[in-house]
């Protein structure tokens, strides 16, 4: 099983493939939602979970999230949320869209390593 | 104060906690605020410099700018990587990034405010001074890390 992580930023793609790894798991990565969206059309059977950017230029993080979770394809895939978007507002409605965790910038390491064994179902929520 | 003064006394608290946050959480250093003044001018000099338009009701501008060596520094602490190993893209991709963590706090910490913010500018040269014309103060929020200091200039409308 992978990771997807979408960020546009190389830092923090390299920062959460950094952490993945240290868990023991292997990272794909996007710089865009565009490009998300092609990894999961080609690799989707692979992915166990996406941990998506919020703000990104073209396609944001959010609508990957809603295009997900209207594709039956992909809907299963559980997506996390990591994102500099820290208001409540924003929180819930990512929940509501179908995220099952919500991670922001700036973050501890251990965070986001218990963030994503909680997201994948192999931590205590 | 009036209603301006009070927002933007609010907005200079919230990017002054958010630099310890981001600093402090991601690159594990230790950050002492040295100095908030203001300024007539928007200024702000490289040599490594990030930016962020604010928009929505309350519009506005935010850079943080920095040595070198420091984003350098900052990088390689976030990343783990050696900073002799960092390339002029990874500066400039870090950079980006702090500033929009930064605003990122920023607007959580006023989110009465309904601001919204562009993506972020990196600007890496020496010799380099960004100017943004406004007719507004400046905040201009002077930090110490790693023996070098950084500043960041915010002005909000």
Redesign the interface.
């Given at each position: 099983m992978r990771l997807l992580t979408v960020d546009d930023?190389?830092?923090?793609r390299?920062?959460i493939s950094?952490a993945a790894a240290t868990l023991g798991f292997e990272t794909l990565e996007a710089k865009s939602g565009e490009q998300a969206m092609e990894v999961l059309a080609e690799s989707r059977q692979d992915i166990g979970l996406v941990l998506l950017d919020w703000?990104m230029?073209g396609m944001s993080g959010f609508e990957v999230l809603k295009k997900m979770k209207a594709d039956e394809e992909l809907l299963h895939i559980p997506v996390m949320m990591v994102?500099?978007?820290?208001?409540?507002?924003n929180i819930v409605m990512a929940i509501e869209a179908g995220a099952v965790n919500y991670l922001?910038?700036?973050?501890?390491q251990e965070d986001l390593a218990t963030k994503i064994l909680e997201s994948l179902g192999l931590g205590g929520m | 104060m009036t209603d301006t003064e009070t927002y933007r006394a609010r907005i200079v608290e919230s990017l002054k906690n958010t630099v310890f946050e981001v600093m402090g959480t991601m690159a594990l250093a230790e950050v002492t605020a040295t100095d908030i003044g203001e300024s007539e001018e928007f200024l702000v000099s490289g040599p490594a410099a990030g930016l962020m338009l604010l928009a929505g009701e309350r519009p506005g501008m935010v850079a943080v700018s920095m040595s070198e060596s420091l984003v350098r520094g900052v990088v390689a602490g976030i990343t783990g990587a050696a900073p002799e190993s960092l390339s002029r893209q990874d500066l400039l991709d870090g950079i980006a990034e702090i500033v929009n963590m930064l605003c990122g706090g920023m607007k959580t910490k006023v989110a009465d405010a309904g601001i919204q913010l562009s993506p972020p500018l990196a600007v890496l040269g020496n010799d380099c001074t960004l100017a943004w014309k406004t007719d507004r103060p400046t905040g201009v929020l002077t930090f110490e890390m790693s023996g070098e200091s950084f500043t960041v200039h915010v002005c909000a409308l």
């Open positions: 930023s190389r830092m923090m390299r920062v950094d703000n230029p994102t500099t978007e820290g208001e409540p507002t922001t910038k700036p973050f501890a | -």
